[in-house]
């Protein structure tokens, strides 16, 4: 699909933590989607979107599919992915999250391995998304229309009927399309992801320190070409441009919450070089930092002198 009425997102990818309980890590929520404002993510639990309302396109990396009413998408976790609506209109989502071990855990039966199928497509040669207009949906959606029910009644006597409700729909989904699901090329990619993943998290939590490519490859055991080359196929960005901007969103995060100096915020994440720092902010947010703190802060122009450079 070809993006037309709006500009692509800048492809920087982010962590998207959603708080899940230990011992039942499933959430139902709704989502609204506005225009193309909101930026790719990932996030360590997977994820069934089912379009409630509106028009607009799912992306995953640099692929495009078409959302619509009815529409449902499976996203595996470690998948870069951004829902966004058409020009002037929203998406509302019905989103289905949990951890894969809620499903399966260590030690389970290649049985229970087996309902999450749907999630281990290759999307470049199979889709994630059921058409809303498919007899498949017109299925699985009234489950998991169920599923919100139960889920917001929020009742631990029917955690298993949650459960239940959950497996019946990936079991519907496998029933039609498992056979696709569990070929050669979707393993292949789910492990791309799954390697990646460790690495998306080892800069998040490193983004205010010296990072190389060498560092990452140390974590996953590989060469350093090949966590580029990987990295670059599964997020649609290079490292080096995640990096600049998950350091651009930790600065965001300074300027707003503390009353550091731009350039002591520049050393915090890393920048030795303020000019330099002020060219990748710019970059990213068509403002400078001390704008980006007016403009963001009631108190702004007051902190931005107190603290000027």
């Known amino acids: 699909m070809r993006l037309t009425g709006w500009h692509r997102p800048r492809m920087a990818v982010y962590v998207w933590q959603q708080d899940l309980e230990p011992g039942f890590p499933l959430a139902v929520i709704e989502y609204t989607a506005r225009g193309d404002g909101d930026r790719m993510h990932w996030h360590d639990h997977l994820e ?43 998406l509302r989502l019905l989103l289905v999250l949990f951890r894969p071990e809620l499903i399966s855990g260590p030690g389970c039966r290649e049985l229970d391995l087996g309902y999450l199928a749907p999630f281990r497509v290759d999307e470049r040669v199979a889709s994630p998304r059921i058409r809303g207009t498919s007899a498949l949906a017109g299925r699985v959606t009234p489950l998991l229309l169920q599923l919100r029910s139960i889920w917001e009644r929020r009742d631990p006597a029917e955690r298993h009927l949650a459960d239940a409700t959950l497996r019946m729909a990936l079991a519907l989904v496998n029933r039609e399309r498992g056979s696709d699901a569990r070929d050669g090329a979707a393993r292949a990619a789910a492990d791309r992801r799954e390697q990646i993943r460790p690495v998306l998290a080892y800069v998040d939590r490193h983004c205010r320190e010296s990072i190389t490519l060498e560092d990452v490859a140390g974590i996953v ?23 600049t901007q998950v350091r651009v969103a930790e600065a965001k995060r300074l300027l707003l919450g503390t009353d550091l100096s731009v350039a002591e915020i520049a050393s915090a994440v890393s920048y030795t070089n303020l000019h330099q720092f002020y060219k990748v902010f710019y970059r990213s947010c068509a403002m400078s930092p001390g704008e980006y703190r007016r403009y963001y802060t009631p108190t702004g122009g007051e902190t931005e002198a107190a603290a000027a450079v």
């Open 48 to 90: 069934i979107a089912v379009v409630l309302d509106g028009t607009g396109a799912f992306l995953f990396g640099r692929r495009a599919l078409a959302a619509g009413p009815g529409d449902i998408f499976f996203i595996d976790n470690s998948q870069p992915h951004v829902a966004l609506a058409d020009p002037g209109s929203e």
């Open 221 to 243: 055991h590989v060469s350093p070409s090949r966590v580029r080359h990987v990295f670059k196929d599964v997020t649609g960005v290079s490292f080096k441009e995640y990096v």
